[in-house]
C-alpha cells in the first residue's frame, strides 16, 4: 500500500529533551515536507526537500532541523525542544518538486511540557 | 504574508444542505487551487482542484467554482451529509519551486 508513515503518533516530552519524528514514503517521491497545524494558524510549512541532500526553510523552521539522506526518509529534529513547539506535525510527499497533489502522513501529536 | 484567505472559520449545515467555503488568494502567479479534506485523527487528503483557466470543477456532490478577476475560489457540497464533517483547507499551488501554501481551514459540521 502506497503511504506516509510517521512515528512515533505520540509523544510527550519535556523542556530540552531532543527528540526524532520519523518519517517514511515508499512511492519514490522526490519532494517531502514538514508541516505543524495549530488551531486558527492552520497548516504551516516547517522545511522541504526537493530530493536526496536538497532541503530548505519553510515558513516556521525555527527550533527544527531535518535531513535527506535517502529518498524515501526524511526525519525531523527537535534538539531542544520547547512549551511553544507544541502541536500536531504532518509529514508530506508528492512525485516531484511541490505539487499541488500531496500525500500526507498520520500526523505526530507532539506535546512538550 | 498570508496569501490565500479561508473563511467562514467554522460552518454548520444541515443535513441535505449546501455548504460553502471561500477562499481568496493575493497574486497571480499560481497553476492549480486545491483543496483538503481532514478527518479527526487523519492526515488532509486531496478533494479536488482546478486550474486557472476553469471556471468550475465537479466531482460528485463536490464542486470548485473559480473567480480569476476577483482572485477567489469556493467549494460548495451539495445535499451535505454527516460523513462530510471535516476541516476543509484550500491551498494555492505554483508549479516549480514554491512550496503549496494552505488556507487556515474551515471545520464543517453537518448535523442531522
Given at each position: 500500500e502506497a503511504q506516509v508513515t510517521q512515528n512515533p503518533r505520540y509523544l510527550i516530552t519535556v523542556t530540552g529533551k531532543k527528540l526524532t519524528v520519523t518519517c517514511s514514503q515508499?512511492?519514490?517521491?522526490?519532494y517531502m515536507s514538514w508541516y505543524r497545524q495549530d488551531p486558527g494558524l492552520g497548516l504551516r510549512q516547517i522545511y522541504y526537500s526537493m530530493n536526496v541532500e536538497v532541503t530548505d526553510k519553510g515558513d516556521v523552521p525555527e527550533g527544527y532541523k531535518v535531513s535527506r539522506k535517502e529518498k524515501r526518509n526524511f526525519p525531523l529534529i527537535l534538539e531542544s525542544p520547547s512549551p511553544n513547539q507544541t502541536s500536531l506535525y504532518f509529514c508530506a510527499s508528492s512525485p516531484?518538486?511541490?505539487?499541488y497533489e500531496q500525500y500526507f502522513g498520520p500526523g505526530t501529536r507532539l506535546t512538550v511540557t | 504574508q498570508q496569501q490565500v484567505k479561508q473563511s467562514p472559520q467554522s460552518l454548520i449545515v444541515q443535513k441535505g444542505g449546501i455548504s460553502i467555503i471561500n477562499c481568496a488568494y493575493e497574486?497571480?502567479?499560481?497553476?492549480y487551487f486545491p483543496w483538503y479534506q481532514q478527518f479527526p485523527g487523519k492526515g488532509p487528503a486531496l478533494l479536488i482542484a482546478i486550474r486557472p483557466d476553469v471556471s468550475e470543477k465537479k466531482e460528485g456532490r463536490f464542486t470548485i467554482s473559480f473567480n480569476k478577476s476577483a482572485k477567489q475560489f469556493s467549494l460548495h457540497i451539495m445535499?451535505?451529509?454527516?460523513?462530510?464533517s471535516a476541516t476543509y483547507f484550500c491551498a494555492v499551488c505554483s508549479l516549480g519551486n514554491t512550496p503549496l501554501v494552505f488556507g487556515k481551514g474551515t471545520r464543517l459540521s453537518v448535523i442531522a
Open positions: 515508499n512511492m519514490n517521491h522526490e516531484h518538486r511541490p505539487s | 497574486n497571480t502567479a499560481f497553476d445535499d451535505s451529509q454527516p460523513g462530510d
